[in-house]
């Protein structure tokens, strides 16, 4: 009620936020943290640090009972405003999960060339979001552009690993070709020998046939 009063004295125009009943109740500890869920088991912990920008750490929570390919954690930063700022600069899809929390949808690729993807979330609704000002209102319609242009990111991977998988099947051709051309060359190798070891049985047994020949004419002289 004190807040409501305060907002009508202060008028109409006034940018004074209202802030949640359920953000006031979250610790600033706790705020100074953003939930990383729905983490795909295959993901290295050290692969996680590149989503996110600024310090942080990660503690790992235990999954839940049934989940056995997916996993969350919490990056703790050093402040509340550390955590909101990092939430605002990592570019993903924008949207909100079914208790209404902000939170962002990100895919990115591991080293290994596999794509996944995952959730990151606030602890608590900012207050700050529920200002109306031209500058903020700026910055959201900035952010709104960058979520658009995020929604076509996952395509654009998609096709990017198309050329990849393009290219690794046309370098595999290549090699086929340099096999079948060995191949090639060592049957014409082998009818040469085959042609060389023919011809010389021939001179053998000609050799062989006048060594005879000798032999006879050598006898009758007798």
């Not at 340099?178 to 001179?203: G, P, R, W, Y």
Request: charged share 30%; aromatic share 4%.
């Amino acid at each position: 009620m004190k807040l409501v009063l305060a907002k009508m004295e202060q008028g109409v125009g006034n940018n004074m936020p209202l802030i949640q009943e359920n953000t006031k109740n979250v610790p600033e500890s706790e705020m100074a943290k953003l939930l990383v869920h729905r983490i795909p088991i295959s993901v290295p912990t050290e692969e996680l640090y590149g989503i996110l920008p600024g310090n942080f750490i990660f503690e790992q929570k235990p999954p839940k009972k049934g989940q056995s390919i997916q996993h969350s954690a919490h990056a703790i930063f050093n402040s509340p405003q550390e955590a909101h700022q990092a939430f605002e600069n990592v570019q993903g899809h924008l949207e909100k999960d079914k208790s209404g929390l902000p939170q962002k949808l990100i895919r990115f690729k591991l080293s290994s060339g596999e794509i996944v993807g995952l959730y990151v979330r606030k602890m608590a609704e900012d207050y700050s979001l529920h200002q109306v000002s031209p500058k903020r209102k700026d910055i959201q319609d900035e952010n709104s552009g960058h979520s658009k242009k995020q929604k076509m990111d996952p395509c654009d991977d998609h096709l990017q690993e198309i050329e990849t998988l393009k290219q690794e099947l046309g370098e595999k051709d290549n090699q086929c070709d340099d096999c079948l051309k060995e191949i090639e060359s060592l049957k014409k190798e082998l009818t040469a020998k085959d042609f060389q070891v023919s011809t010389q049985d021939k001179i053998i047994a000609e050799l062989k046939k006048k060594l005879t020949e000798q032999k006879r004419s050598k006898k009758q002289g007798w």
